[in-house]
């Protein structure tokens, strides 16, 4: 199986601050590397997939980028919708498989 | 709009079957992939495997021998059967489409369903 490793497991930031969540994996997923956020008692939504490729309607501000194994989640100007738990996933071999999550507090 | 709904009993025996069945509304069930992943209290999501319009599935090693997904195209549903649980399998379960347009990211879930298992 992949492994996924994300860094760091939780942080603090403010409202207007840049972010940057960190996903490695264990072995090459070329570009096959999808974030997510999920919100306290929700299903995840997808943000990102294939790397940087925004789904629609996922405001601007979030953006991915890497290739191989590790790759890179970057949230502008932070705002307060976007205190939730980041994963990332591997769709590239199965079992496809997922970080642990990143949590965005608000410091 | 693509919409995802589990449904299934809350509550299962340990060695017994966890059955849960989604269904899907507002699109097509062709060419996609259609997947199980759950999450345990605290924990990261695991995916549980897929199966395709088409019938084709393929499962988690880690769940071993335990799961069957299976499809109904005429009702738009299909179903997780996972076998002799224990209370390790105690989790949220979420069904979710996944698309190769998308590289296979999850881009449709349904609300997910907490399955507790205890005696």
């Known amino acids: 199986d992949i492994q996924m490793t994300q860094s760091p497991s939780s942080l603090s930031a403010s409202v207007g601050d840049r972010v940057t969540i960190t996903c490695r994996a264990s072995?090459?997923?070329?570009?096959?590397l999808n974030w997510y956020q999920q919100k306290p008692g929700k299903a995840p939504k997808l943000l990102i997939y294939?790397?940087?490729s925004l789904l629609s309607g996922v405001p601007s501000r979030f953006s991915g980028s890497g290739s191989g194994t590790d790759f890179t989640l970057t949230i502008n100007s932070l705002q307060p919708e976007d205190f939730a738990t980041y994963y990332c996933q591997q769709s590239y071999n199965t079992p496809w498989t997922f970080g642990q999550g990143t949590t965005v507090e608000i410091k | 709009q693509v919409q995802l709904q589990e449904s299934g009993p809350g509550l299962v025996k340990p060695s017994q079957t966890l059955s849960l069945t989604c269904t899907v509304s507002?699109?097509?069930?062709?060419?996609?992939?259609w997947s199980w992943i759950r999450q345990p209290p605290g924990k990261r999501l695991e995916w549980i495997g897929y199966i395709y319009y088409t019938g084709d599935t393929n499962y988690n090693p880690s769940l071993k021998n335990r799961v069957t997904i299976s499809v109904d195209t005429s009702k738009t549903q299909f179903s997780l059967k996972l076998t002799s649980v224990t209370a390790a399998d105690t989790a949220v379960y979420y069904c979710?489409?996944?698309?190769?347009?998308?590289?296979?990211?999850?881009?449709?879930w349904g609300q997910g369903t907490l399955v507790t298992v205890s005696s």
């Open positions: 979710a489409r996944a698309s190769g347009d998308s590289t296979l990211g999850f881009d449709y």
């Open positions: 294939g790397t940087s």
């Open positions: 507002g699109g097509s069930i062709s060419n996609y992939y």
């Open positions: 072995q090459s997923v070329s570009r096959y």
